[in-house]
C-alpha cells in the first residue's frame, strides 16, 4: 500500500519570500500524485495534479510542483507567498480504485 | 451553487444524541465519500459509495452508519458518540471511470463536537 510523508509540519516564511513543502511517498506501482489547500474553516481544495507527462506541474495561485520518481518525491513550490498563502497543505497519492492517502499536513504562515 | 455542499457547518452534541450530517454534491459525479479530520492526523477514510453501493468501510464503528438515497445525496447518521469522535467530518464525491477515479472535490466540512 502506498504511503505519503511531508517532512514538515509547519513552515513560517516571510511575505514576497520563496517556499518549498516537501511530500514524499512510497509505491511499487504508478502513481497519481495531488496537492490540495485548506483554508481555516474551510474544505481541502485542490491546487494541482499529476497524472502523466512532463513532471512539473503548473497549478492555481501560482503554485508548482514537480514529480520526481527516482527519488519519489513531489514538492510543492511558489517563487514569492502571499499572507493570502497561509493555510494547511496536504499532499495525496492514488494508485488504486478509490484508494487517495494523505500526508499529515503542513501549516505554512506566511508573515508581513 | 458550490459543487459539495455540506450541512450543517457545525454540531454540538451530547453522548445519547441521535443526530445526521448532509451532503450533496451537484457536480454530477457517481462516487461519494466521507473522511474523518482530526487535529495533527491525515485524513481519514470512513465511508466510499459508488453508483450509491457501499464499496469500503474502513473499520468504522458502528455508532457511524452511513446511507446514500442516490448518487448526489449522502449522510452520516450519529450514535452514541464518543467526545474522541470529536473532529471536523469531510465529503467529498469524485467521477469514477475506467481505472478509477481522478481527484476529489471536497464540501467545506461540518465540525462536531461531542461533549
Known amino acids: 500500500a502506498q504511503s505519503v510523508t511531508q517532512l514538515d509540519s509547519q513552515v513560517p516564511v516571510f511575505e514576497e519570500a520563496p517556499v518549498e513543502l516537501r511530500c514524499n511517498y512510497s509505491?511499487?506501482?504508478?502513481?497519481?500524485l495531488f496537492w490540495y489547500v485548506q483554508y481555516p474553516n474551510q474544505g481541502l481544495q485542490l491546487l494541482l495534479k499529476y497524472l502523466s507527462g512532463s513532471t512539473l506541474v503548473k497549478g492555481i495561485n501560482g503554485f508548482e510542483a514537480e514529480f520526481n520518481k527516482s527519488q519519489t518525491s513531489f514538492h510543492l513550490r511558489k517563487p514569492s507567498v502571499h499572507i493570502s498563502d497561509t493555510a494547511e497543505y496536504f499532499c495525496a497519492v492514488r494508485t488504486d480504485l478509490n484508494d487517495m492517502r494523505f500526508g499529515a499536513g503542513t501549516r505554512l504562515t506566511v508573515k508581513p | 451553487e458550490t459543487g459539495v455542499t455540506q450541512t450543517p457547518r457545525h454540531l454540538v452534541m451530547g453522548m445519547t444524541n441521535k443526530k445526521s450530517l448532509k451532503c450533496e454534491q451537484h457536480?454530477?459525479?457517481?462516487?461519494m465519500y466521507w473522511y474523518k479530520q482530526s487535529a495533527k492526523k491525515p485524513l481519514e477514510l470512513m465511508f466510499v459509495?459508488?453508483?450509491?453501493?457501499?464499496?469500503e468501510n474502513n473499520s468504522v464503528p458502528s455508532r457511524f452508519s452511513p446511507e446514500c438515497p442516490n448518487s448526489s445525496h449522502l449522510f452520516l447518521h450519529l450514535h452514541t458518540l464518543q467526545p474522541e469522535d470529536s473532529a471536523l467530518y469531510l465529503c467529498?464525491?469524485?467521477?469514477?471511470?475506467?481505472?478509477?477515479?481522478?481527484?476529489?472535490?471536497f464540501g467545506e466540512g461540518s465540525r462536531l463536537t461531542v461533549l
Open positions: 459509495y459508488n453508483f450509491k453501493e457501499q464499496t
Open positions: 457536480l454530477g459525479h457517481n462516487a
Open positions: 467529498a464525491s469524485s467521477q469514477d471511470v475506467a481505472g478509477g477515479f481522478l481527484e476529489l472535490f
Open positions: 509505491s511499487s506501482v504508478s502513481v497519481y
